[in-house]
């Protein structure tokens, strides 16, 4: 935890008073925006670069200046550095400190910039890592994700509407659908890359600077695609955390999505997965149990994504330009959702390879729940009868099938003629669910062929991720 003592205030010139204890406690964000550290002196390193190269400072304060970041770098890296939040932030904890060890030259360190220019220097830099971390996990969970959809290519398992048996779907192409959500996000978060990396150092506290700066080199030192072009927007400007948080947000209710289906299927009443001990956990009064907590959390995660989307669109709503502190509020969000997406990706790419899918259970599911109705139509359609029509007799066949507690390809003949003459002793072919599941071979059908065909496609986009 950061320390409150008497420092002196960087910007305290103009005061006679000191801070009220109250208000130190309230304003400071160090405690969290510490972890901005790494960001805030590459930036502070490439602004002292670019201040000597148009003659600002001398090579010699450049010099001073590079040693002393790098040295407080590795002190906060060992742990060792004391943070104090009566510096309010972790701009101001490291100037600070900068200037303790070398004087003077780290005085000049602040030229031609603002705290406004950098915390979002610092916040661009941070996501942009971030970003590309959650699309490193991403891309793992979907690489497990069409391992399995490859090996479950031809297993049959119900596929539902309403929560009821439906039709019957292959177990690959269902977990493909999942793979399908998860590479939209992927692209999603790709493209909210492009509006991150973009530079606002130099656009200084709103209204850019008097200094000879040279924006584009810093940028360049720095990794970003381009600068802002206004300074006013470059600095009031947190669209890049929404459209992250909100990518999140999507992402997360996808991850609920999977997770709730897991807690399903592992129930003793659906009985289609076991999720592998390593990510159950038992019941301290019930010794039967074996919990899917790991879907039920990253399922309850969801609505803290959700919230943090939420608070910044708040946060930003109604804002006057330029900079108000009220941004400082980005932070805590930012980093929540960063995290919370990071470790349910994880956990679950980790998972993944170690769930069971019970697929004789689920073939049996398939079979037994009158999923092939709809191809029983279909048939008679083929026979010549309207679809409607079609559609009447089969409702009647399962109708009386309920009642007798059979199966559809249990019914004899003569009492499928009975409903309808043009029933004939081929229909026994397309009541099995193979049959069902085969038939459906056009893009983006259910049959094995196709599923087989998506899984090389989704390989392929994996493999084009640079
Ligand atoms: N800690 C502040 C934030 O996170 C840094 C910027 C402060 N700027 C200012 N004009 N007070 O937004």
Known sequence: MPQSNNLKKLWGGRFSGSTDSLMEAFSASVNFDWRLYRQDIRGSLAHARMLTAVGVLSEEEMHQIDNGLRQIESEIDAGDFQWSSALEDVHMNIEAALTERIGEAGKKLHTGRSRNDQVATDMRLYLREGVD??????????????????????????????????????????????????????????????????????????????????????AEALGFDSVATNSLDAVADRDFVIEFNAHAALLAVHLSRIAEELVLWSSGNFDFVDLGDGFCTGSSIMPQKKNPDVAELIRGKAGRVNGNLMALLMLMKGQPFTYNRDNQEDKEPMFDTLDTCLISLEVLAAMFPQVRFKTNVMHKEAADGYATATDLADYLVRKGLAFRDAHEVVGKVVGMAILDKVSLDQIPLSQFQHHCDAIESDVYEVLTVEGSVKARNHIGGTAPEQVKIAVQDAKSLLASRS
């Open 133 to 218: 971390d959650v699309c490193d996990v991403l891309t793992r969970l979907q690489r497990a994700l069409i391992e399995l959809a490859e090996q479950h290519a031809e297993d049959i398992m119900p596929g539902f509407t309403h929560m009821q048996s439906a039709q019957p779907v292959t177990l690959g192409h269902h977990l493909l659908a999942w793979n399908q959500m998860l590479q939209r996000d992927y692209e999603r978060f790709k493209d909210c890359r492009k509006r991150i990396n973009i530079s606002p150092l130099g656009c200084a506290a709103l209204a850019g600077t008097s200094y000879p700066i040279d924006r584009t080199m810093t």
